[in-house]
């Protein structure tokens, strides 16, 4: 019966391919070019929207711009000399993305407008069969989640805002067309969004209110314009370049001093403090903008705009919780009602992949789902594999996030990974691999360990935590330590199967 089942599935029309990426960010592409260069190139890059890009494509805010140098926010092999300055705008690292895109001859292998509404492992067959939202099918051995952990936008839910009568727009999602001349605008939030476009927006409107629930760590930010001479060394000596890169990471590596050693943090929260004071001279001011939690548990901003930003006669910092929201104006707790024209909501994303693949049914072995098995919160080994789910990698999964370095690196360990275990399950003849439900439980346990003591079990709130109380978001340690645990697969942790 079974070989009948498999014949008939086999027969259906689905294309096949080995690899199916959901996803065309930093991720996906990565994915796409190393299975290209590990002479795979029987994949498909499954895009919901017309355009590749991830972050980049959607994020468009004034101001956007990643606040890890580009020179390390980019692929190792593929260096870009010409960036314009240490922290480029979203457009040009959209510019690049697409040049990556072309480069590598990955276009072809682009389905766009395909949004993947399931992905159901056949076990008679030992693939997955990936569906859209609107029916186009395609059935994959391996299936490759480059969906990004921070894309689908997190919308408050404020007593009436839903009644409310102006515009209202997410920061992800920014209205090009809302003219803010002249308008009342109010922005909710103040994490690494709002810290951007607040300053952007602040000169055009006629007045800005800012709902701050939790004053932001803002460090000073190193911006500046890459000199002619920079750029032609940059060109032309890629010794020079690599090297500079290597400084920026391990630059950026050192700030997981204050994270792991409180004394650390100390010091980095009085530079801090005193680039507050620097900007903001009125003493009450000063005090709302002072965070009250200690450095690091939440992501540290950086910016030398945000603050003086305050010091302008048409922007007001409001730290009173929001109450509800009407027609046309907010009312705080303390009564006061605010008459608005728009409301930007500055809110962050959905982090936890429970509610952000809620739409999203993906069903492993026994006919179990992804949501199933994270009833009780995610989790993963390496980010990357979940036990049940057999030759299913997620990129940027559970505890793989980054609260001091680029993720790119981290993103290029785990690709190297999936590539290393496509290649041990040719040699090894196997048609699925799966990790062993005692190897991912070690794992984690070994995860929550490391991040006991550090700043993120101080107790502050943030989206790293899930309700469980277990931090699912950060990886606890160096990112080279996860490049080398995850330079080659130990066999021993997955059960490796063959089709009989
Ligand atoms: O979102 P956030 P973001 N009522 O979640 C507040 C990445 N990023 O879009 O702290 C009132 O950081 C919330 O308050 P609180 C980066 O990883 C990267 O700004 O929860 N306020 C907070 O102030 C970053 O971490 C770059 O108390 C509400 C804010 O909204 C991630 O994206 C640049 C609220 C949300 O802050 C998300 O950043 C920008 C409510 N109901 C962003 N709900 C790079 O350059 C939420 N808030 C790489």
């Given at each position: 019966a079974d070989q009948a089942r498999t014949d008939q599935s086999r027969s259906n029309q689905?294309?096949?391919?080995?690899?199916?990426?959901?996803?065309?960010?930093?991720?996906?592409?990565?994915?796409?070019?190393?299975?290209?260069?590990?002479?795979?190139?029987?994949?498909?890059?499954?895009?919901?929207?017309?355009?590749?890009?991830?972050?980049?494509?959607?994020?468009?805010?004034?101001?956007?711009?990643?606040?890890?140098?580009?020179?390390?926010?980019?692929?190792?092999?593929?260096?870009?000399?010409?960036?314009?300055?240490?922290?480029?705008?979203?457009?040009?690292?959209?510019?690049?993305?697409?040049?990556?895109?072309?480069?590598?001859?990955?276009?072809?292998?682009?389905?766009?407008?395909?949004?993947?509404?399931?992905a159901i492992f056949d076990e008679h067959l030992g693939e997955w069969t990936l569906t859209s939202r609107d029916g186009q099918q395609v059935r994959a051995q391996t299936f490759v989640m480059g969906t990004g952990p921070l894309h689908v936008p997190a919308k408050p839910n404020i007593p009436g805002l839903e009644s409310f009568k102006g515009e209202v727009f997410h920061s992800a999602e920014w209205n090009h067309d809302f003219d803010m001349k002249g308008k009342r605008v109010a922005s909710i939030g103040t994490g690494g969004s709002a810290i951007q476009y607040v300053p952007e927006i602040a000169p055009d409107v006629d007045q800005l209110y800012v709902y701050q629930r939790t004053a932001a760590w803002v460090l000073p930010r190193n911006e500046r314009a890459y000199t002619g001479v920079e750029k032609w060394l940059f060109r032309n000596a890629p010794g020079v370049r690599k090297l500079y890169r290597s400084m920026l990471y391990w630059m950026n590596e050192s700030r997981l001093l204050p994270i792991l050693n409180p004394t650390v943090a100390s010091v980095f929260s009085k530079v801090a403090k005193l680039h507050i004071r620097k900007y903001i001279k009125d003493p009450e001011l000063r005090a709302k903008l002072t965070p009250d939690y200690t450095i690091g548990c939440k992501r540290i901003l950086i910016s030398n705009k945000y603050l003086p930003t305050f010091n302008r006669s048409n922007v007001e910092l409001i730290t009173d919780g929001i109450q509800e929201v009407g027609e046309d104006h907010i009312v705080t707790r303390d009564g006061k009602k605010r008459d608005i024209d728009a409301i930007i909501l500055g809110t962050g994303f959905q982090a936890d992949p429970r509610n952000y693949l809620k739409d999203f049914v993906i069903q492993g072995r026994d006919g179990k789902t992804l949501l199933d098995e994270w009833k009780e919160g995610a989790e993963a080994y390496f980010g990357m594999t979940v036990k049940g789910f057999p030759n299913m990698f997620q990129l940027v999964g559970p505890n793989t996030g980054l609260g001091h370095n680029s993720v790119i690196f981290m993103i290029e360990s785990q690709v190297h990974y999936?590539?290393?275990?496509?290649?041990?399950?040719?040699?090894?003849?196997?048609?699925?691999?799966?990790?062993?439900?005692?190897?991912?439980?070690?794992?984690?346990?070994?995860?929550?360990?490391?991040?006991?003591?550090?700043?993120?079990?101080?107790?502050?709130?943030?989206?790293?935590?899930?309700?469980?109380?277990?931090?699912?978001?950060?990886?606890?340690?160096?990112?080279?330590?996860?490049?080398?645990?995850?330079?080659?697969?130990?066999?021993?942790?997955?059960?490796?199967?063959?089709?009989?």
């Amino acid at each position: 019966a079974d070989q009948a089942r498999t014949d008939q599935s086999r027969s259906n029309q689905i294309p096949s391919v080995k690899v199916a990426i959901i996803g065309t960010g930093f991720s996906g592409l990565c994915m796409g070019i190393k299975l290209l260069e590990a002479g795979i190139d029987s994949f498909v890059l499954l895009e919901k929207k017309t355009d590749i890009g991830g972050t980049w494509r959607d994020n468009t805010y004034p101001g956007c711009a990643c606040d890890v140098q580009s020179h390390l926010y980019s692929y190792s092999f593929e260096g870009n000399p010409e960036w314009s300055k240490v922290f480029s705008g979203w457009k040009e690292i959209q510019d690049y993305t697409n040049h990556c895109a072309t480069k590598y001859g990955l276009r072809k292998y682009v389905h766009s407008g395909f949004e993947v509404a399931s992905a159901i492992f056949d076990e008679h067959l030992g693939e997955w069969t990936l569906t859209s939202r609107d029916g186009q099918q395609v059935r994959a051995q391996t299936f490759v989640m480059g969906t990004g952990p921070l894309h689908v936008p997190a919308k408050p839910n404020i007593p009436g805002l839903e009644s409310f009568k102006g515009e209202v727009f997410h920061s992800a999602e920014w209205n090009h067309d809302f003219d803010m001349k002249g308008k009342r605008v109010a922005s909710i939030g103040t994490g690494g969004s709002a810290i951007q476009y607040v300053p952007e927006i602040a000169p055009d409107v006629d007045q800005l209110y800012v709902y701050q629930r939790t004053a932001a760590w803002v460090l000073p930010r190193n911006e500046r314009a890459y000199t002619g001479v920079e750029k032609w060394l940059f060109r032309n000596a890629p010794g020079v370049r690599k090297l500079y890169r290597s400084m920026l990471y391990w630059m950026n590596e050192s700030r997981l001093l204050p994270i792991l050693n409180p004394t650390v943090a100390s010091v980095f929260s009085k530079v801090a403090k005193l680039h507050i004071r620097k900007y903001i001279k009125d003493p009450e001011l000063r005090a709302k903008l002072t965070p009250d939690y200690t450095i690091g548990c939440k992501r540290i901003l950086i910016s030398n705009k945000y603050l003086p930003t305050f010091n302008r006669s048409n922007v007001e910092l409001i730290t009173d919780g929001i109450q509800e929201v009407g027609e046309d104006h907010i009312v705080t707790r303390d009564g006061k009602k605010r008459d608005i024209d728009a409301i930007i909501l500055g809110t962050g994303f959905q982090a936890d992949p429970r509610n952000y693949l809620k739409d999203f049914v993906i069903q492993g072995r026994d006919g179990k789902t992804l949501l199933d098995e994270w009833k009780e919160g995610a989790e993963a080994y390496f980010g990357m594999t979940v036990k049940g789910f057999p030759n299913m990698f997620q990129l940027v999964g559970p505890n793989t996030g980054l609260g001091h370095n680029s993720v790119i690196f981290m993103i290029e360990s785990q690709v190297h990974y999936v590539i290393e275990c496509l290649k041990k399950m040719k040699t090894k003849n196997a048609q699925t691999m799966e990790v062993k439900p005692e190897i991912q439980t070690q794992f984690n346990e070994w995860i929550q360990n490391g991040l006991k003591n550090t700043v993120w079990s101080s107790g502050c709130a943030s989206w790293y935590i899930q309700d469980n109380g277990k931090n699912f978001t950060i990886w606890p340690g160096s990112t080279w330590r996860y490049r080398l645990k995850t330079r080659s697969v130990p066999e021993t942790s997955f059960v490796w199967k063959s089709l009989s």
